[in-house]
């Protein structure tokens, strides 16, 4: 027999012996030792309080090593940190086409998950890693640090005090810092909607409360490296939403900003408007002969690094305390269905139903291995 509704909803940390004879902190370990594993790995290991890194696990056993020694913890595999008894969630930065396995794996293995966006590339996975925890009773937070970031908070709470009024225009965007000097061939297919754009359409559901995606048009091209369009690369794309209270969307996203990593969005509403995010690296303003000058960020773990304490100590906080998730996989599930209705929308050159793709959850390739 299964567990009751009670129990699949009991995060209580006595439930994981978080408040065992000499435990005396929420011990943690990560999966993925890359640029965004390590920023997590160094958030939890030195800026949260009563949180403690004991593992890093990584297919690459020296990038594990490395990481793991420079911040006091241990290297292990994935099977070992599964099976430890002295890890109480696991914090995933892995490929993206590998999430949704690891937080099922997780799950079962009775860890808290919190795993870095897109949490799955189908809907049908997405709806497997959500099942898994919640069968579980674990907590599962995915990284959508935007939802921390100071300007976005302040944002959401003139929303939610009515001064906006109804939202009824909402623009979000992503520039990726340039010049881009990846190799387009490296990039998997659909990666500007999956990877970067998600966090766009998470910001405008989440900036829209209570309201729903209904119908996605998006365009997208090869214009950083055209060269590379036959083989189905994008690098540039725009997409409208429409939400079922009337408001309309739109997010953009290019790979290649030569000032900057630059993240904003904007809410136009009824009663008012509300903008937030730049790409200034601090407020300093420089003035001189030449004209007015601001430093920019080029790395997303710069601009947003308040956010990412803040979404990591929001996770700790919910396995500790039973805090609410404030990014769930339910939340994730919705920004993905937006994504995967842009990606049928390029390939057919229609406008295409959220529902259309809900109910087609197996019909659409994401070009995965």
Not at 58 to 80: F, H, I, N
Not at 263 to 284: H, L, Q
Request: glycine share 8%; net charge negative.
């Amino acid at each position: 027999m299964g567990r009751t509704e009670m129990d699949d909803n009991d995060v209580r940390p006595e439930r994981f012996g978080l408040r065992s004879p000499g435990v005396d902190a929420l011990r943690l370990a990560v999966v993925g030792a890359g640029r965004i594993g390590a920023n997590h790995a160094e958030i939890v290991a030195r800026r949260i309080p009563g949180v403690r890194l004991v593992a890093v696990a990584d297919p690459v056993e020296s990038a594990a090593q490395r990481l793991a020694s420079e911040l006091g913890a241990e290297p292990a595999s994935l099977e070992d940190v599964l099976a430890r008894d002295d890890v109480d969630g696991v914090l995933i930065s892995a490929p993206a086409r590998a999430h949704a396995d690891l937080v099922v794996a997780a799950a079962a293995a009775g860890k808290h998950v919190f795993c870095e966006k897109p949490m799955a590339v189908t809907l049908a996975d997405a709806e497997r890693a959500v099942g898994a925890a919640e069968e579980a009773g674990v907590v599962l937070q995915v990284g959508f640090n935007r939802r921390f970031a100071p300007g976005f908070v302040a944002s959401r709470a003139r929303i939610d005090d009515g001064q906006v009024g109804n939202p009824q225009i909402l623009r979000s965007l992503t520039r990726d810092p340039g010049p881009f000097a990846g190799d387009p061939a490296r990039v998997p297919q659909w990666t500007i909607f999956l990877e970067t754009l998600i966090h766009d359409f998470d910001i405008l559901c989440w900036l829209n409360p209570g309201a729903t995606p209904q119908r996605v048009h998006a365009f997208a091209d090869a214009l950083v490296s055209p060269e590379a369009r036959s083989r189905g690369h994008l690098d540039t794309a725009v997409v409208s939403i429409q939400f079922d209270n009337g408001a309309i969307a739109t997010a953009d996203a290019n790979f290649s900003a030569l000032y900057g990593y630059d993240v904003r969005a904007e809410v136009f509403g009824s009663k008012g408007m509300v903008t937030t995010g730049n790409a200034r690296a601090t407020d300093m303003t420089f003035y001189d002969a030449d004209g007015i000058h601001t430093d920019t960020s080029r790395r997303d773990t710069d601009l947003l690094r308040s956010a990412y304490v803040a979404e990591l100590t929001a996770f700790a906080d919910s396995i500790l305390h039973g805090s609410p998730v404030r990014a769930t996989g339910a939340e994730a599930r919705t920004a993905l269905s937006i994504a995967l209705a842009a990606i049928r929308s390029v390939e057919t050159g229609a406008t295409v139903a959220i529902a259309d793709v809900d109910t087609a959850v197996h019909g659409l390739s994401t070009g995965a291995a």
